[in-house]
């Protein structure tokens, strides 16, 4: 079951931004301002990961009294590694410290994501889940008891939902990494979208709305340079996401450690009544059902958009 959540005294952020591999100029110019992040624009990723890795290490979030910021633009797979190597070192510069707590790794990645998996699609490759988790695993072993170095990921991605959910079942098959926030775009099967206007991907643009009172529909969100403008609260909230892209993207999220994971309103917890954990195939049939029924009763919404999902 879930342990060890207390907040960190020292966390390592990691932000990474990319292009789509489909990116065109000529996208916006021939009107596409709406698209799928296979033809994500990299301003918009790299202003996506400039307001998530802040906000999510507010007090009381992700936030440390020591902490290591890395940041890539447009890397290549072994740069994304190498920079997981400095964290691992930056890491293990503390592991003798008396008050040593195991440690954090913050995650923030916005660009596309690869159909099965969610991998990050970067320059030259993939980041997998799986190769990540080894990863993880590495650093744990070496500088953290087990089920102490804790990780949040927050992915504004395409297919991302896939990623996370692998990521979930590994920490808690292996016991050596904890996962504290999990993010996800949308869901396994679906793509992220950006909007060219907003200056933002969709997910992290409605993450940002906030009403200006809970009675009222004036609401504020983050512009194309992360400063903040009007907004409609409609747009904000757990189904924000969704109503935005009238159920063409459904986020999904595992909060603060507590042993459920989130779609839209509802959520499932990740243990059965023995405490053992789900299948991974079970949590991900759970998800679907429930983003089904969200789509079901916003889709009259839907004007005539080319929308497929990803069959799993």
């Not at 609401?219 to 609260?233: R, T």
Request: proline share 5%.
């Amino acid at each position: 079951m879930p342990h060890g959540y207390k907040k960190r005294n020292w966390m390592a952020y990691l932000a990474v931004s990319a292009s789509g591999p489909e990116f065109s100029p000529k996208h916006e110019e021939d009107g596409r301002i709406f698209r799928p992040r296979v033809t994500a624009d990299l301003k918009y990723t790299t202003a996506d990961v400039d307001y998530l890795e802040p906000h999510f290490k507010e007090p009381n979030e992700d936030s440390a009294e020591t902490e290591l910021h890395k940041r890539l633009k447009s890397p290549t797979v072994g740069q994304f590694y190498d920079v997981l190597q400095e964290i691992q070192t930056w890491l293990r510069s503390f592991k003798d410290d008396p008050n040593w707590d195991g440690g954090g790794i913050q995650l923030c990645y916005a660009g596309h994501g690869r159909i099965n998996d969610g991998a990050f699609v970067l320059d030259d490759g993939f980041v997998e889940p799986g190769v990540f988790m080894d990863a993880l695993r590495i650093i744990a072993n070496e500088v953290s008891k087990p089920g102490r170095l804790r990780i949040s990921i927050i992915l504004d991605s395409c297919y991302s939902g896939a990623f996370i959910t692998e990521i979930l079942e590994e920490c808690f098959k292996g016991n050596l990494v904890v996962p504290f926030h999990l993010f996800a775009s949308c869901m396994v099967d679906e793509v992220a979208w950006e909007e060219s206007s907003l200056g933002h991907g969709i997910f992290t643009y409605s993450f940002s709305v906030r009403s200006e009172s809970p009675s009222s529909l004036a609401a504020v969100a983050i512009q194309p340079d992360n400063s903040y403008g009007p907004s409609l609260s409609i747009g904000g909230g757990k189904l924000g996401c969704s109503l935005l892209t009238v159920g063409a993207q459904n986020p999904i999220s595992y909060c603060n450690g507590c042993g459920e994971i989130e779609v839209g309103t509802e959520s499932l917890n990740i243990f059965d009544d023995d405490s053992n954990l789900r299948s991974l195939e079970d949590i991900r049939s759970w998800l679907k059902v429930e983003r089904d029924k969200i789509v079901e009763v916003i889709k009259p919404m839907r004007p005539n958009w080319r929308i497929e999902r990803n069959k799993l």
